[in-house]
């Protein structure tokens, strides 16, 4: 129990080393007052949706408390007052992660315009350091919570709602900043770059400060969530199946004190990121990821060393070789110079249809060898070494212990992108967009696909212990899929990603085409818009946006949270057991296919802008922009928000799992006999 | 056994039937010398594609009958003789199926157009008797044959390389005619409608023969293959079942009883499509359809009654309700006036974006309620009443029972469409197209969405048999999601279809792409082609088409066979068990999203041509061709390919199971431990 105190006094040091970088941020000069102006617009709206966002969040939270204050007191043999405590801090945490991330992104983005001026070099480091803030904030908050309440409760078993809470807030976190994010993009490249001929962030657009909120509160705060819910998930995850398998003490502490080791490898690693050459700022953020996977590899040799449990090594150095496989397949699929993305770029001389073709088809293509990878590892840490499902659990586990790092390189991304929009709209010099903040931007669209990849495979392999967990909470030994219970619960749970991803769309298209329509009516009714003479109302688009998204939140989450509970009744624990390897199945090769996919279409355009195939304005970009469009909600709504679905409904089914075991056959059964 | 004659009765009067509308047929005027030169060059075109396809199924023929002589000499304890030449059996049946169904439409096509002068109803007569004669080949072939060879061999258990003949050559027909009508289709529209400004099926395109040919090669003769196989199997897969469960002698003949008085309910169905009110046609057509349904329906009660095996009889009535509720749900989401269609359209007034996000997201969302419909089948056949997997294998051969008439219904579409072509290039009138061929053309997206719902929702149900059948041979008595080479399995088995249509999709933009390049350099070479004073050179186009179809069968054929090999034979029973699951569940739902959202896509298009949101020539209409152009690959070719894959892969597992009980454990394991 002791050795709990380590992973408590990494997660301390990694939130140290946050509120450093952060310091350092605010100390950064802050340009000009127009610049500021800039920022101060895009902070507010931001602030104003995860305001609005919370609000929503609160209302579920609280339906939630008052159902399993209830459980506790009607069926105090199932479930007691930790869950709902325990719930609670998940969910808060999750959401201190997510405006942490959003807080610092939306002060980044005005210093790294501002460094800019100097060179790429320092907007790298001034980027990067605000990226730094959100991935250490994300394992810190994660692992320090996850220790605290294992150290308060001493059993992973109650820690379930925890898991919970952190799912359901990542859910609404990515949804709503994933439909915020894209509706805003689409909608302001719909009418201001198709319809109006104007710029990317060009100060007439009315949606152009959404669009830049959207980058903070999706990529940053969104993603913040996401990764954030991963950890939690796969430690309790770990945790849980140690329990289970009655494994020792330094097994069940083990999931932490990986947590802890990378941690500090991931604060080394963080130094590795220097360049000042814009062709050279990927290899520079890979450095740092292998850096740190390296003296992870020798922090975990060392560690299962001393605790005197070396079996447990190969699982974790699998779960490492998983996440730069991984990420070496999606950049295959996704980097702007590989023969993937040029056939999409060719594909566009034909036409929007051709190009919209071979993009599905790279994204459908793209799901094999990932799908492959997480297959061996699976049978390797299962039955290799390692004690079967724990082997499992420590490989995810390991995968996302590098999430401090992961996310540091992610962040910079959207923090650099949301500087060329500063830098736009306050009317610096084009050269520091051409030759500084558009680079960096560039390499940010690859390390989003690559950390995509690396969450949806994460999710997965943390999905099937979870998985495991549930059989064990539901007193399940076999799973039979000849049992028509299972079959019927995996066509169903296959089908859920779709519906989904078709609600999540939807969505985007719908706030989109809001977008569009404010905008029109702007250029419209505000007389000398167009000429640069007059203001645009830029609040106004973004609580339309907000709106939209806030208001499409609510059926996702409740697909969520109700379809386990339906199945769970209806078709009883193997129905749901089912159900529950079809989410996870079926949703990993949808998320892999649209997050990859996605990625595909942006780097293709980008190619094209590059004055392959005629250039930026020529037909063959007009048909890469549609891909680009499509490619926005399947790689940054649709597809991410997979990963916190598919761990919801675990969830779900874990907390319910004690209330279907009283029931001796499953409620349809009853039902249709009558 | 005397009972099966009742069967090969059945099935020989369909062939009469058959055979006595071809007499029809042949009896019409085949109009001016004009449009019989444009069908001739269609029928030659098709011709040539056929003999092609015919040799590289040849090729794949001899490879495999030489693999299973091998087998049967070397381990006769598992195979004999009886397979390759069952196998040889059901895979001409399968080529003799697609070949009546392309050369009577070659014909009636012609005979359609000319009586289109006389109007609607008597278009719709000859064009509906042409699509009864491959109706009833169909279902007459795949009755007989299996009838004949059970009468010989007298155990279902020796006809499975009959059944894998059957898939081979549907996935072989389905694959390479979706390719080549695509291709055909999606090039000729790109470089005529879009680049030239063309009307549909013009004289001067040099692709429309291609794209022409490509109706009778795809629709007709590759969707003949399909649903002959589909009935095969669903056959194959009852009879297995039956006997695994040791039934009554007549409930192991019932499939077949079944068979036949649905013929007789279908016959008597084909005379109730008349009408002459073009808003009319569909439901002149879904008359026939409900009243084969309700006397099979009536039929099923006698027979059951006179068997004594009352019990059947709600298993075989929950198959027909499937496919009727199927049919509805699929028309819902497909048909032009629908809410669903209409919003598509609405969503390409802001650009080929939205549509193709909206288009994707209906295709998603229509998953859910044909998923939910064959839930409830399958726990209602398998609990309620029935006998187990057996009651499903029912509810699955009811529903294809009625396969005579919906391919009737289906096949005269692509007829019609082909009369247009014609009227189109031998100059008719246009008020001909406008009034006749045009409104016949349109009920026949919606007739191809719901016959696609339909097969593919059959092959679901009989894939689920086919899987009972494969826990059988390789002696499971447990699939248990929780052994992990089943979760494996499960997660390479939702992979594979997404793999499928990546090549599927990628051949059918390549072939698109050299059509293309083929009508650009005509439209350059050839002088006075764009003023019609030169005539193109449509063979070179056809030839071009045809090569790249041939080249591009071999990979999706190898997919489909090879993956249970190196699966089974790496991963074990258990692990090729998952994978089985795996691609029934994912196959069904990719397969749903991919044909009903194309099928959206193409209505919504012909919704904006009717003048809604400016029309034709209008932006809303660009965007909505893209839509279109997407979704031919997607309805076509991926969506429907998938239907012969999951079932090679299911009949390839069924044969090679004896061959891996004998595997004490998986071969990967003993390679990983070395």
């Known amino acids: 129990m002791d050795l709990v105190w380590i992973s408590i006094g990494a997660s301390v040091l990694a939130l140290l080393y946050a509120l450093v970088s952060t310091k350092i941020i605010l100390e950064q000069p802050k340009g000009t007052p127009k610049m500021n102006e800039v920022a101060a617009a895009i902070q507010e709206g931001a602030n104003a949706f995860l305001k609005r966002q919370y609000k929503t969040v609160f209302i579920f939270w609280l339906a939630i408390v008052i159902v399993f204050g209830l459980l506790a007191y009607y069926l105090p043999s199932s479930f007691n007052w930790i869950t709902p405590i325990a719930f609670t801090v998940g969910a808060g945490l999750s959401a201190l992660a997510g405006y942490i991330g959003m807080q610092i992104s939306v002060r980044a983005n005005l210093r790294t315009a501002k460094a800019a001026e100097k060179g790429l070099q320092e907007a790298l480091r001034i980027s990067f350091i605000g990226g730094t803030v959100t991935g250490m904030s994300v394992v810190g908050l994660a692992l320090l919570g996850f220790s605290v309440m294992y150290l308060l409760v001493n059993s992973p078993i109650e820690l379930i709602g925890f898991g919970f809470g952190a799912s359901l807030v990542s859910l609404f976190a990515r949804v709503g900043g994933g439909i915020y994010t894209k509706g805003a993009d689409v909608g302001a490249d719909l009418v201001g770059k198709t319809e109006l001929n104007l710029p990317e962030d060009d100060v007439r657009n009315p949606a152009t400060i959404a669009d830049n909120v959207g980058d903070n509160v999706g990529d940053c705060a969104g993603m913040a969530a996401d990764l954030y819910e991963s950890y939690v998930i796969t430690v309790l995850a770990s945790m849980l199946l140690a329990t289970y398998a009655g494994l020792s003490s330094s097994a069940l502490i083990l999931p932490l004190l990986v947590g802890a080791v990378a941690i500090i490898a991931s604060i080394i690693g963080t130094y590795f990121v220097k360049t000042n050459n814009k062709n050279r700022i990927w290899s520079a953020l890979n450095k740092s990821i292998l850096v740190s996977s390296l003296l992870s590899a020798i922090g975990f040799l060392i560690l299962t060393g001393l605790l005197g449990e070396l079996q447990y090594f190969p699982p974790l150095i699998a779960g490492i070789l998983v996440a730069i496989v991984i990420a070496y397949i999606t950049g295959h699929y996704t980097n702007k110079n590989t023969a993937a993305v040029r056939e999409i770029a060719i594909a566009s001389k034909s036409g929007a249809g051709t190009n919209i073709i071979y993009g599905i088809a790279n994204g459908m293509r793209a799901t094999a060898f990932p799908v492959i990878t997480i297959v061996a590892a699976v049978i390797f840490s299962y039955f290799v070494y390692g004690d079967g499902a724990f082997g499992i659990a420590l490989a995810s586990m390991s995968m996302l212990s590098l999430t401090g790092i992961i996310v540091s390189v992610d962040s910079y991304g959207p923090i650099t992108d949301n500087a060329g929009g500063i830098a736009e709209m306050s009317g610096m010099s084009a050269k520091i967009r051409a030759t500084v903040t558009d680079p960096l931007d560039a390499v940010g669209n690859t390390t989003k696909a690559v950390t995509k990849g690396f969450a949806i495979g994460a999710a997965a392999l943390a999905a099937l212990s979870l998985f495991v967990a549930f059989a064990n909470e539901a007193q399940i030994t076999t799973l039979s899929i000849l049992n028509p219970f299972v079959i019927t619960g995996l066509f169903i749970g296959a089908m859920i990603p779709y519906v989904f991803s078709a609600i999540t769309m939807r969505a985007v298209g719908s706030a989109a085409a809001k977008i569009v329509e404010e905008v029109r009516r702007q250029f419209h009714s505000i007389k000398g818009l167009m000429q640069g003479k007059a203001k645009p109302d830029y609040a106004r688009a973004v609580d339309i946006t907000t709106q939209a998204a806030i208001r499409s939140l609510v059926a996702p989450a409740l697909l969520g949270i109700l379809s386990p509970i339906f199945v769970g009744f209806f078709l009883g624990v193997q129905g749901l057991g089912g159900m529950l390897a079809g989410v996870i199945i ?65 969830m779900v089914s874990l907390l319910i799992a004690p209330l279907l075991i009283g029931l001796s056959a499953p409620l349809m059964l009853h039902l249709s006999v009558l």
């Open 586 to 650: 079926s949703g990993l090769v949808l998320a892999l296919m649209m997050t990859t996919g996605g990625a595909g279409w942006d780097n293709a355009k980008k190619y094209v802008e590059e004055g392959h195939f005629g250039g930026k304005g020529s037909d063959t970009h007009k048909a890469a922009v549609v891909g680009d469009t499509v490619g926005d909600p399947f790689k940054d709504t649709a597809g991410p928000g997979l990963n916190p679905l598919i761990k919801v409904i675990n």
